[in-house]
């Protein structure tokens, strides 16, 4: 099946999630979160009512069915019925009112062979509400410039999904097990502000 397709094509098959389990209803709502309900889903966070209230809400087309566990990840999905995450929603930044996820823009500037790491956030900004900005961790001896990375890009991505600041570090904050935590990258940045966005 894969064989025939383009390589943009065969990408994108290969990019989606799978096919829901036995006794699983996966949906991408008006909202563009997907959510699932069914009898392998969880029915709530321990001794957390109001993490629990926050993701699980009722079935307002079947009252009667299980209610819908809201996963807090974008997805698509496709004319086959698969799902392909998109980024997670509270990561999505946006800018001037445009919706941008930080996984494509991460993709993007990942895409240059000196770039070690990186992670894609929003920041405050007065004008646009969140500024599109990256953290990078170069290779050893690059001596790449936030210019240059701005630049590359630009060459992958329309201009209102382009980093408009970067930022050159030397690590980026991760957990034990190697996953990267943006909400302490964002921390600085929006210490005594209230998140407008998002």
Known sequence: ELDDLSP??????LGRAGAP????EVRVND???????????MQGYW????????AIHPASDDPAGPDWFHTGDGGIKDDESYITISDRKKDVIISGGENVSSIEVED????????????????PDEKWGELVTALVVLTPGSELTEADIIAHTKTKLAGYKCPKKVEIRSELARTATGKLQKFKLREPYWAGRARKVN
């Open 8 to 13: 943009t094509e065969r990408a994108k098959k």
């Open 21 to 24: 389990a036995v006794g699983i």
């Open 31 to 41: 909202n563009g979160e997907v959510i699932a309900r069914g009898n392998h889903i």
């Open 47 to 54: 001794e957390q009512p109001d993490a629990t209230a926050d």
């Open 108 to 123: 993007a500037i990942f895409s240059h062979p000196e770039v070690s790491e990186v992670a894609v956030i929003g920041i």
